[in-house]
C-alpha cells in the first residue's frame, strides 16, 4: 500500500513517517508532500491508498485538499493529523469526508487504532 503524508513542515512529515514505522506499517510505501497543491499533483499522478493529511498549510489547506479530490471524483482514504482538534473541528472533518482526525501529539498506538481499519 502507499500512504502519503501532507505536511508543510517537512520536521513534521518525518515524524509522522517516523510513528507509522514504529506502529508496525514500515512494510508500507510513504511517499510526502508540502502542501495540500503538491500533495494534489502527487496523487492524480499516483494514487495513493491512505492520506495522512495536515489540516493548516500554505498553498492549498487540508480541507481544500480534500474538497478539491472530491470535486474531482478522486475518492481515497483521507484523514488529517492536526494539532487543532477541537469537537467543531472534527465534524467539519467527518462532513468533508475524511475517515479519521488524529490529533498532536500522538503516538504509534493512536496511529494503529486510527489506521487499522485502512491498512490490514
Known amino acids: ?7 508543510d513542515s517537512l520536521a513534521m512529515r518525518l515524524i509522522v513517517m ?5 506502529a508496525g506499517y514500515d ?3 510513504i511517499t510526502q508532500a508540502a ?6 499533483e502527487a496523487i492524480k499522478e ?3 491508498d491512505l492520506v495522512l493529511c495536515d489540516w493548516n498549510m ?6 481544500e485538499l480534500l474538497e478539491t479530490l472530491k470535486d474531482e471524483g478522486i475518492n481515497l482514504k483521507f484523514g488529517f493529523v492536526t494539532t ?13 469526508g475524511a475517515r479519521f482526525l488524529i490529533a498532536k501529539p500522538f503516538t504509534p498506538e493512536s496511529f494503529k487504532e486510527k ?3 485502512y491498512l490490514n
Do not use: C, F, Q, Y
Open 1 to 7: 500500500m502507499n500512504i502519503m503524508v501532507v505536511d
Open 18 to 22: 517516523k510513528t507509522l514505522r514504529e
Open 27 to 29: 512494510g508500507h510505501d
Open 35 to 40: 502542501d495540500g497543491a503538491k500533495a494534489l
Open 46 to 48: 499516483e494514487e495513493p
Open 58 to 63: 500554505p498553498n492549498m489547506t487540508g480541507p
Open 84 to 96: 487543532e482538534a477541537s469537537e467543531e473541528m472534527r465534524s467539519k472533518a467527518h462532513e468533508l
Open 115 to 117: 489506521l487499522d481499519p
